[in-house]
């Protein structure tokens, strides 16, 4: 079964707009979130990641949100831009692990 | 370059037929992890090889599913007698060694399509 849930499939923003993707777990035993992002015909790229000990991460315009207590993680994208365009997908891992569970993915499309 | 590197890039090929998928990890990385990617189901994982120890396949979908790992270097995935639920992109990462904070690396993947 899915391990980490991801919403929306599709997302449209326009240009500077924030643009706000969601996901949830059941495992409490996940202590890693990262966000990869994949642009067409590319593999994923690490994009920023969160452990569960922190509300919150800022990395310039990318902001992760995280609330332990709801086993729901967040990921914010402020003043978007055209070429934020790209599929954004979720993960989570835990000590012991030995892969990454990916949720299904976000197609955002940012309108000039 | 410095990057994870997969070949070839594109793959079609007949159902029935055997393909073999390459990786190529980043220089000094000892963890070295396949995933499957289909169209709206996210990334599944398949294999991951930790330097000189057994490999865990718990994710190979079904037993015509194989991969190796020679010298603790470059990887082959191999899918014999393919069907068409194969098509996909098969993507490889590595990193620097296991554990949850080390980011993973990805290949560009190779589009494998099943006619």
């Known amino acids: 079964q899915q391990q980490v849930k991801q919403s929306p499939q599709s997302l449209i923003v326009q240009k500077g707009g924030i643009s706000i993707i969601n996901c949830a777990y059941e495992?409490?035993?996940?202590?890693?979130f990262p966000w990869y992002q994949q642009f067409p015909g590319k593999g994923p790229a690490l994009l920023i990641a969160i452990r569960p000990d922190v509300s919150e991460k800022k990395e310039g315009r990318f902001t992760i949100s995280f609330n332990k207590s709801a086993k729901q993680f967040s990921l914010h994208i402020m003043d978007s831009q055209p070429g934020d365009s790209a599929t954004y997908f979720c993960a989570a891992m835990y000590t012991g692990a030995n892969n990454l569970f990916f949720g299904t993915g976000t197609r955002l499309t940012v309108i000039p | 370059g410095a990057g994870v590197s997969q070949s070839p890039s594109n793959k079609v090929t007949e159902k029935g037929k055997d393909v073999e998928l390459r990786c190529d990890p980043i220089?000094?990385?000892?963890?070295l992890y396949w995933y499957r990617q289909s169209l709206g189901q996210g990334l599944e994982f398949l294999i991951y090889f930790q330097g000189n120890s057994a490999p865990d396949k718990s994710g190979l979908p079904s037993d015509r599913f194989s991969a190796e790992r020679t010298g603790g270097s470059v990887s082959t995935l191999t899918i014999q007698r393919t069907q068409q639920e194969d098509s996909a992109v098969y993507l490889c990462?590595?990193?620097?060694?296991?554990?949850?904070?080390?980011?993973?690396?990805f290949g560009d993947g190779t589009r494998l399509s099943i006619l």
């Open positions: 495992n409490t035993a996940f202590d890693y």
């Open positions: 990462a590595s990193s620097a060694y296991r554990g949850s904070e080390q980011p993973q690396h």
């Open positions: 220089s000094g990385h000892t963890a």
